[in-house]
């Protein structure tokens, strides 16, 4: 999601391409059969926890066009589920809740209105298994695949993708 967005903090800087044509040709010629495109809260406005980045989306939305251009399936992975610590379990589902939210209106928006017709796999949180409070408290986890389903199937397009379980490292 970022390669168009030139991102920075503490840990990392990580700016956007000088000459994105190269990239784009280079990503084109590696016919990839399968891209994995990352999505957060980063790239949405609001929320008491968010790092709010205004050029996320956009790099996000030309990422998974460019995948497409290439001709591969992609899979969009919801990176990291929203949970500031010391929440009620209600305080947590209102932020699973727009989280979820965020990520169907995207995948609708990219289905209806820029036309991408090859993403056939969406998942939520990368490396679930290694996320402590995941495994405290599986049901939240569940409940966030729940609203994602939810909304998928409100905007009529749920039976288009697939879920895709990423990155299990234990068990």
């Not at 390669?3 to 190269?22: Q, R």
């Not at 996000?60 to 610590?85: D, Y």
């Not at 397009?157 to 990423?166: H, P, S, W």
Request: hydrophobic fraction near 35%.
């Amino acid at each position: 999601q970022n390669l168009y967005a030139g991102i920075s903090d503490a840990t990392y800087t990580n700016p956007a391409p000088s000459d994105p044509a190269d990239v784009e040709a280079a990503v084109k010629n590696m016919h990839p059969g399968l891209c994995r495109v990352f999505l957060s809260s980063w790239a949405y406005p609001g929320g008491e926890y968010s790092a709010y980045n205004p050029y996320m989306l956009q790099s996000f939305e030309k990422v998974v066009e460019l995948a497409q251009a290439a001709g591969a399936q992609v899979e969009i992975n919801w990176v990291s589920i929203t949970h500031p610590p010391n929440k009620t379990v209600e305080q947590e589902e209102g932020y699973i809740d727009t989280d979820m939210q965020n990520f169907a209106n995207t995948v609708n928006d990219l289905v209806k209105n820029h036309g991408i017709t090859d993403i056939k796999y969406l998942a939520i949180q990368n490396e679930p298994s290694t996320v402590k409070w995941i495994n405290q408290d599986m049901p939240l986890y569940e409940y966030a695949y729940q609203q994602l389903e939810n909304d998928l199937e409100n905007y009529g397009i749920r039976d288009q993708f697939k879920y895709m379980g990423d990155g299990l490292v234990l068990n």
